[in-house]
């Protein structure tokens, strides 16, 4: 199937007998990458559907608005990872747990996913990366996983480049210093 553009998209969505057909052509183009950005945030499956959900009414509710002055792909990005962080804050309160606590909580939720079919090495990286701040951990999963770019990463976060590469710089050293300990358990 040929990948619409995303002008073509706005385009469409700009007027009102194709509005929903334009909408129809960006869940198909967006909706699998936002769930798995969402997904390595959140790990559980149920929540990051529930994100994603989330998202694209938010996309809907204000897509009329959107001021290409960004690329329509990191507009997505930053309701997604904005909805994330949120939601991961609103559970750290609500359960009233601290950021080690959450990891672990997180982790166990990993290892019990019936969703998760990595091997040894891949659930010891996902458990390294929950070890990180929810903002450095978003960073490493759009360099590494999504291979964004950092200026792309940067439009989404709106931080700058010089900050996103020192973040992803320490982010690594994290998870590479994690993946060494062989006596860390969850």
């Known amino acids: 199937m040929k990948q619409v553009e995303d002008a073509?998209?706005?385009?469409?969505?700009?007027q009102p007998q194709t509005?929903?057909?334009?909408?129809?052509?960006?869940?198909?183009?967006?909706q699998q990458k936002i769930y798995w950005h969402i997904r390595r945030i959140v790990i559980d499956h149920d929540d990051a559907d529930d994100l994603?959900?989330?998202?694209?009414?938010?996309?809907?509710?204000?897509?009329s608005g959107f001021r290409n002055d960004a690329q329509l792909y990191t507009w997505i990005y930053r309701i997604a990872s904005n909805e994330s962080i949120t939601f991961l804050n609103k559970k750290k309160q609500r359960n009233n747990i601290s950021i080690e606590d959450n990891s672990v909580e997180l982790a166990e939720h990993l290892t019990a996913a019936s969703y998760f079919n990595g091997d040894k090495a891949q659930l010891k990286l996902q458990k390294a990366l929950l070890t990180l701040p929810d903002k450095q951990r978003l960073i490493?999963?759009?360099?590494?996983?999504?291979?964004m770019k950092y200026e792309e990463i940067s439009q989404v976060l709106g931080t700058s480049v010089g900050a996103l590469k020192a973040s992803f710089h320490i982010a690594v050293?994290?998870?590479?210093?994690?993946?060494?300990?062989?006596?860390i358990t969850f």
Not at 8 to 14: D, G, N, P, T, V
Not at 52 to 63: A, D, P, R, Y
Not at 140 to 147: H, L, R, T, V
């Open 140 to 147: 490493f999963n759009m360099k590494y996983f999504e291979e």
């Open 52 to 63: 994603v959900q989330e998202v694209f009414i938010k996309v809907w509710k204000n897509l």
């Open 173 to 183: 050293k994290k998870i590479e210093a994690f993946l060494l300990n062989d006596d």
């Open 8 to 14: 073509e998209i706005l385009q469409k969505f700009a």
């Open 19 to 30: 509005r929903n057909e334009a909408f129809n052509l960006l869940l198909q183009k967006y």
